[in-house]
T-cell receptor, first 109, second 111 residues
Framework: QKEVEQNSGPLSVPEGAIASLNCTYS??????FFWYRQYSGKSPELIMF????GDKEDGRFTAQLNKASQYVSLLIRDSQPSDSATYLC?????????FGKGTRLHILP | EAGVAQSPRYKIIEKRQSVAFWCNPI?????LYWYQQILGQGPKLLIQ????????DSQLPKDRFSAERLKGVDSTLKIQPAKLEDSAVYLC?????????FGPGTRLTVL
């Protein structure tokens, strides 16, 4: 059974600090990885995707991928109250996309 | 660019009744997905279409769920008969180059 694992949280982070969200995946054949943000009662929206080992930065967001450890992370710098949401990690391999259960992030004002 | 459209947005039915959901993907997106998201969990893929062909329906409960995408554009997902455990949000997504765009979802409550 191919799985994507995330800590369900909630993860509480003070405003202005760095939020670090982690994800592990079981399928070594996974080729690409996605981070989605989902506000309560809303549908997921894509924040970032990453294909290659290393870091990928986009504004306040940095995705990190380590294929040897089967580990993906998302860093949010200068966290804002509007970043409070559930963050879903997803892996894609052989045209199949598998989602984790998500981590609830709460930014403390 | 218009997003993924879904209807209805909300549906309440009694167990053993039937229900159908409709999805219109973003124009030009060949891949269409139906997901079930139960409260507190991540989306679970029910079925994936590439144009009008099924790519993956391994997690679709085929004894009660069916889906079609006859002309390779719009899609419908049907549940017949519904069970209490089918209460969830049903999300439709379409994609190009692997990047998925989700519709607003249909919240189904089965009483």
């Amino acid at each position: 059974q191919k799985e994507v694992e995330q800590n369900s949280g909630p993860l509480s982070v003070p405003e202005g600090a760095i939020a670090s969200l982690n994800c592990t995946y079981s399928d070594r054949g996974s080729q690409s990885f996605f981070w989605y943000r989902q506000y309560s009662g809303k549908s997921p929206e894509l924040i970032m995707f990453i294909y290659s080992n290393g870091d990928k930065e986009d504004g306040r967001f940095t995705a990190q991928l380590n294929k040897a450890s089967q580990y993906v992370s998302l860093l949010i710098r200068d966290s804002q109250p509007s970043d409070s949401a559930t963050y879903l990690c997803a892996s894609k391999g052989d045209d199949k996309i598998i989602f984790g259960k998500g981590t609830r992030l709460h930014i403390l004002p | 660019e218009a997003g993924v459209a879904q209807s209805p947005r909300y549906k309440i039915i009694e167990k053993r009744q039937s229900v159908a959901f409709w999805c219109n993907p973003i124009s030009g997106h060949a891949t269409l997905y139906w997901y079930q998201q139960i409260l507190g969990q991540g989306p679970k893929l029910l079925i994936q279409f590439q144009n009008n062909g099924v790519v993956d329906d391994s997690q679709l409960p085929k004894d009660r769920f069916s889906a079609e995408r006859l002309k390779g554009v719009d899609s419908t997902l049907k549940i017949q008969p519904a069970k209490l455990e089918d209460s969830a949000v049903y999300l439709c997504a379409s994609s190009v180059l692997g990047e998925q765009f989700f519709g607003p979802g249909t919240r189904l409550t089965v009483l």
